[in-house]
């Protein structure tokens, strides 16, 4: 079956660092794949999406990068700060979107 | 935009009970969708609704597990018995669908529902 995974469960950065959050896939029909921040107590919160057409989108401060042929893709957030300490998924969509486990990312001060 | 409803936040019930978990989706969204989270096994998928049939509930984990959705507006995840391993926090999301998948969804706050 299908499923989408990431490759680390925590990741611990230093306030005002870069963070990059990695996720891999394995349906090669997925056409579309989303990542979600979810804060302590509250449900999943849409953060970017991008199109299996697509090899990066940017948003503010986030970007999202695709690579079809290693079936990977990553969420860069730039200039990391305490309100981004969070649990992040990657999901890819084939007919329902498919979640990963999420890595937890703790900002250190 | 009020934003996925869901109530109750928190359930207590004892091991055997009937719990009913109920959701308001976005108003105009035509897919709804059950989530369960827990530590061990992260965010599964239930089931989930396109303009109110349910489509796919493959992750319904055992007959015990029934959900509804009688109007556009209104949907109920029901257990019956309830047992402690259903101890989780229980999504609810909605998003617009077309026909070629199910793009971005919004996740209500959740029910905390724990059985002793």
């Known amino acids: 079956g299908e499923s989408v995974g990431l490759h680390l469960p925590t990741l611990s950065v230093q306030e005002g660092d870069n963070s990059i959050i990695n996720c891999a896939y394995s349906?090669?029909?997925?056409?579309?794949f989303i990542w979600y921040k979810q804060e302590s107590g509250k449900g999943p919160q849409f953060i970017i999406d991008?199109?299996?057409?697509?090899d990066k989108r940017q948003g503010q401060r986030v970007t999202v990068l695709l690579n079809k042929t290693v079936k990977h893709l990553s969420l860069q957030i730039a200039a990391t700060q305490p309100g981004d300490s969070a649990v992040y998924f990657c999901?890819?969509?084939?007919?329902?979107?498919?979640f990963g486990q999420g890595t937890r990312l703790t900002i250190n001060p | 935009d009020a934003g996925v409803i869901q109530s109750p936040r928190h359930e207590v019930t004892e091991m055997g009970q009937e719990v009913t978990l109920r959701c308001k989706p976005i108003s105009g969204h035509n897919s709804l969708f059950w989530y369960r989270q827990t530590m061990m096994r992260g965010l599964e998928l239930l089931i989930y609704?396109?303009?109110?049939?349910?489509?796919?509930d493959s992750g319904m984990p055992e007959d015990r597990f029934s959900a509804k959705m009688p109007n556009a507006s209104f949907s109920t995840l029901k257990i019956q018995p309830s047992e402690p391993r259903d101890s989780a926090v229980y999504f609810c999301?909605?998003?617009?669908?077309?026909?070629?998948?199910?793009?971005?969804?919004?996740f209500g706050p959740g029910t905390r529902l724990t059985v002793t």
């Open positions: 349906n090669s029909a997925s056409d579309y």
């Open positions: 999901a890819g969509n084939s007919q329902k979107l498919v």
């Open positions: 991008i199109r299996s057409n697509m």
């Open positions: 609704f396109n303009n109110n049939v349910p489509i796919d």
């Open positions: 999301a909605s998003s617009q669908s077309t026909g070629t998948g199910t793009y971005e969804q919004y």
